[in-house]
């Protein structure tokens, strides 16, 4: 091997740079254009955000001032309408500004900016560490009761039930993946922010559904009646909405949720301009129990005729009924199902995989397990699927051969 001596004239090759990767689509690296900016919004914004207006040309610009005490730092001119040809020239030194300030309000304002979202506020009443800290258990519970709420309402706005289970989970979590979340600040504060393009009937369902929540334990606190949590299930409150209040309560002196509709993008309908939080407090968290154990209990099993296709046999012994799990394909809204099948059931189920194809299968779908298992299943056959999904099919078979090989080797 030959090594280049260290008084070698030749010039050293340049470093080739690193290719700089693209900002994925749907991402914001950037502030948004000031052409696209509108005033009103960008004003509704900073308002929202406890930035203080202070004066300046009624009717032509506005002063505003970072929040806090005596409001220090720089302050931001900004105009109240495009009328003015200086306009897209103030607002990109507002928009410099605020992408500068290390402020959370000015970083909250930028976000509603660059992608139009309603916003979801939690706040949660409990001590805090030096300079504002949290607790690592503080912030995790606060982040994850945050999203057990959220998963709540995109559940509420895919169908009303008082318990879902793993009924409509996939999709409604998948909803959320568009969500933008701020930091907990000192485990107290949390906001997320949901893009009004995407997620605006989660945002209208989950204020509808915490609204009710607060009337029916108003109710019955004051009358001992759980009635209310019948018809409030129409308004999205179920099981998994009353849990996670129950987590976002537990351990506070009181929590709060409240939704800020986006400015450019209107009020929803049937919605107030500016809803007060809704409270909960710990005295509310018995009722909150009850009300989820009894969604949990009282959910009726539903009727279903699905069509899956088989990922799962077992049986303890030939000639013997066995268990089967399939992949949903279509019928029910979950992903999976189990049920146990006859002898004659279970040989097509098996002869069926085998051979590419799905089965369908009448049945009811029970509460108990979360709607994952099927009970009374009849009627098991095979049907016919598109290329596409019987090559798709095959393909797993082949990856899970010796497995079928061995569940279904006695018949």
Known sequence: MMHRPFDHDEPMPPVRPHPTPAPAPGRWTEPPEPALVDPSVLGALLARHGWRRRGGAPGRYARWTPPGPGGAGTSLLVPESRAFPDCDDLIAEVLVALSRSASPAARDVLVGLAVPSDEIHWWRDVPTGPADTATWPAEEQLRSAARQTLLAGALAARGRAGYYGARHRGPAAASLENVLVGPATGGRRLTAFVPVMTGRTLAVRLHQALCAAREAVDYQRATGGMDAFDS????????????????????????????????????????????????????????????????????????????????????????????????VIAGADVPHIRMTLDEEAYRIAGHAH?????????????????????????????????????DRLMKSLQENLDFFEEACSAD
């Open 232 to 327: 409030a299930v129409e308004a999205g409150v179920s099981h998994e909405l009353t849990e996670a209040l129950v987590a976002m309560v537990r351990g506070t002196e009181g929590a709060r949720v409240a939704v800020a509709w986006a400015p450019g993008a209107g009020v929803p309908e049937g919605c107030a301009a500016h809803a007060e939080p809704v409270e909960f407090s710990p005295g509310d968290l018995p009722v909150l129990r009850e009300a989820g154990a009894r969604y949990l209990r009282d959910e009726p099993s539903v009727p279903v005729r699905v069509t899956g296709a088989v990922v799962r046999m077992r049986r303890s012994a030939l000639h013997e009924d066995g268990t089967v799990r399939i992949r």
């Open 354 to 390: 085998l051979l590419g194809l799905p089965i369908r299968v009448h049945g009811q779908l029970e509460s108990r397990g979360g709607f994952r298992r099927l009970t009374g299943a009849t009627g098991v056959v095979p049907v016919q699927v598109d290329e596409a999904e019987r």
